[in-house]
């Protein structure tokens, strides 16, 4: 990238920030993935997906909403990436991906829950 000039130099070069900064696109991505988590109710549902492995029934029983409601919740999540199932018979189960995406956005949440929801 040429040296980018600024339209007010206030002393702080910044060529070296913006040859680090990652593409727009990749932004979006991570944009994109925090959007599954601006729902409350999704929210809860990938929580306990990160503590347990459960059915669609289950799951809304546990979170007080019908399987329908869940089940869009559910297909949103295993888009992103964020989950994933597995099929026994007629029962399909839903746990929380087993990667580094998953688990780091499992930790903000708790850590997230301590800050903003100290009990």
Request: one cysteine or more; hydrophobic letters at 40%; glycine letters at 6%.
């Amino acid at each position: 990238m040429p040296d980018h000039s600024l339209p007010h130099d206030h002393g702080q070069p910044v060529e070296h920030e913006l040859r680090q900064m990652p593409a727009a696109e990749h932004f979006q991505t991570v944009a994109d993935l925090f959007k599954q988590l601006g729902d409350g109710s999704r929210l809860r549902i990938f929580w306990l997906l990160c503590h347990c492995e459960e059915c669609v029934i289950n799951l809304s029983s546990m979170v007080d909403m019908s399987s329908p409601a869940v089940s869009h919740h559910l297909r949103q999540l295993k888009g992103a990436g964020l989950i994933v199932s597995r099929r026994d018979g007629k029962e399909v189960y839903y746990r929380a991906a087993d990667t580094d995406q998953a688990r780091l956005l499992h930790r903000m949440i708790e850590q997230m829950m301590k800050i903003a929801c100290p009990f």
